[in-house]
């Protein structure tokens, strides 16, 4: 009988305060997320981490002292082996444990025949998936872990994945309705946007995920926009941003909902930064009520998607790349991970 392995891929959060600083600096060394020389980087990164480090043990404070993204990750891990006809699914975390090395000796004891590599990104972008992929390869190389190999890059329009999202965000809506007209902002991790200007297809494939789910919620006339949240740096950022959404929203006197369109999992973007921080913003601002779309964690529709997509991958010859569907992007997106 065939063996498969399905390796999750999640960013990763640091489990107590102690892991904040390394766990910082392993993100801004990723040459993916500072794109400069190597040793540059590296005290960048120095910098950088230790420069954040403060306020974000602040942030994981108010989450119990870490990030619960190991633990939710799990728990979606455990409900997709569930799902699959006999394919052992792996968790791996690109910038804390359980990280590529780990995960990739996990897999070689288990021998699997084939392995899947699944992103819980649903939208592609060389900061996360492709930097996800980059780092397993490495992985497994150094240890001579070599069976056919397929990546799935993106999904953004992944009927089951547009199914969970209007599922959470419905009773939503109508929750932020008894306030007046509710506005759906539809909230995504931003990048830098000269990143997205070479080629990189993230924002216009969570512009396809917002819009698809629209279509989805079939509400007439329904008020909604796309932003990105979670800016740091003085490079200019894709917008707009959730910030100046919300405050628009205030301004209008319209209850707010923010749905985390380009995160699957609970984390500090979405149970500190949307819940307490835009929370507390929509008060200031004005907005009459503010309500909170959970992320999809093990909602069945999405699992039931990762699942499709999981058995869907699996092929005789080595390949890492964008699942089994034809090129989604237009072709000005070089980034594609369809080349």
């Known amino acids: 009988m065939s063996r498969t392995a399905v390796v999750l891929f999640n960013l990763g959060g640091p489990d107590r305060p102690e892991a904040v600083q390394p766990f910082l600096f392993n993100l801004f060394k990723d040459p993916a997320i500072i794109r400069v020389p190597g040793p540059l980087r590296w005290l960048l990164a120095q910098i950088i981490s230790r420069r954040r480090a403060p306020k974000a043990r602040g942030i994981y404070a108010q989450l119990g002292g870490g990030s619960p993204l190991l633990t939710n990750t799990q728990a979606q891990a455990g409900a997709l082996e569930k799902r699959l006809n006999g394919a052992r699914v792996f968790v791996c975390m690109r910038y804390w444990h359980p990280m590529s090395a780990e995960a990739a000796q996990a897999v070689k004891a288990y021998a699997p025949d084939s392995i899947v590599l699944l992103p819980l990104y649903p939208q592609f972008s060389t900061t996360t998936t492709q930097s996800s992929f980059a780092d397993w390869t490495r992985a497994a190389a150094a240890i001579g872990l070599s069976v056919p190999t397929h990546g799935i890059g993106c999904y953004p329009t992944e009927p089951g994945l547009i199914e969970s999202f209007a599922r959470r965000i419905r009773p939503a809506l109508a929750e932020a309705s008894s306030l007046g007209k509710p506005r759906l902002l539809f909230s995504a ?151």
Request: hydrophobic share 45%; proline share 7%.
């Open 189 to 339: 991790h931003g990048l830098p946007k000269k990143i997205v200007d070479g080629g990189d297809p993230y924002q216009w494939q969570v512009e396809q995920t917002a819009a698809a789910v629209v279509r989805a919620l079939a509400v007439a006339d329904l008020d909604w926009a796309v932003c990105y949240q979670s800016r740091v740096g003085p490079l200019e950022w894709i917008g707009p941003s959730t910030e100046a959404e919300i405050r628009r929203a205030g301004a209008d006197k319209a209850p707010i909902v923010v749905a985390p369109i380009a995160f699957v999992s609970e984390h500090s973007e979405t149970l500190v930064e949307i819940e307490i921080e835009y929370r507390h913003l929509a008060r200031r601002a004005g907005s009459p009520g503010f309500v909170r779309v959970p992320a999809l964690g093990t909602e069945e529709a999405f699992i039931g998607a990762l699942a499709r997509l999981a058995a869907a991958a699996t092929t005789p010859a080595p390949k890492i790349g964008a699942g089994a569907g034809a090129r989604l992007c237009p072709a000005s997106l070089a980034q594609c991970a369809c080349g």
